[in-house]
């Protein structure tokens, strides 16, 4: 396993202002553009959850082709994650765990055992573990408020501003593969 915070690709980084200051790969795959349908895999609860999801990131042009299935783990993550809290919401986090029952009486009826403890239910567990996944995958695409944060994205870009103009802003006009002027000390 690496150190340090997951690498973001150059893009990210342009809208970010290369906060850390370090020099871009602009030499990195670029994914092409394309359509986007639901994987096959997904059933219509994710379908729909793909619909409200993918579009603001493609948008963005954080949502390529190349990441179709990806993406289409977190819906199928989601919709389970989503399933589960209504369980979880009708049922509880815990049951109670009882006793033996205990020698039938006279009449012939078993009687309950008292309760001894509470377990809790395996549902909640898997929420656990899928919230952990879950903020995994919106971190990679930048959907936490706290990766949000990170991301500075001006009106023209949403409404169709290019990569280019990015790094002309970012970098006063200089496009990637020009030399970088060097300031005199």
Do not use: H
Request: net charge positive; charged share 30%.
């Amino acid at each position: 396993m690496t150190r340090g915070p997951a690498p973001k690709l150059t893009k990210e980084k342009l809208l970010a202002g290369n906060p850390g200051g370090r020099p871009l790969n602009f030499d990195e795959p670029k994914f092409p553009d394309g359509e986007m349908p639901a994987p096959e895999f997904l059933d219509d609860s994710g379908k729909r959850l793909w619909q409200e999801i993918v579009p603001p990131l493609k948008l963005l042009g954080l949502a390529k082709p190349a990441n179709r299935e990806v993406l289409g783990r977190y819906c199928e993550m989601l919709v389970r994650y989503r399933e589960l809290l209504v369980f979880i919401r009708k049922s509880g986090t815990t049951y109670p765990v009882r006793a033996p029952a205990g020698v039938p009486d006279a009449k012939g009826k078993t009687r309950v055992g008292p309760i001894i403890g509470f377990k809790e239910w395996p549902q909640y567990k898997q929420v656990r573990e899928l919230e952990k996944n879950l903020l995994i995958y919106e971190r990679e695409f930048g959907i936490t408020p706290a990766a949000a944060t990170r991301v500075k994205i001006k009106q023209e870009v949403v409404s169709g501003g290019s990569t280019k103009d990015l790094k002309a802003q970012y970098f006063g006009g200089i496009a990637p593969g020009n030399p970088i002027p060097i300031r005199a000390s």
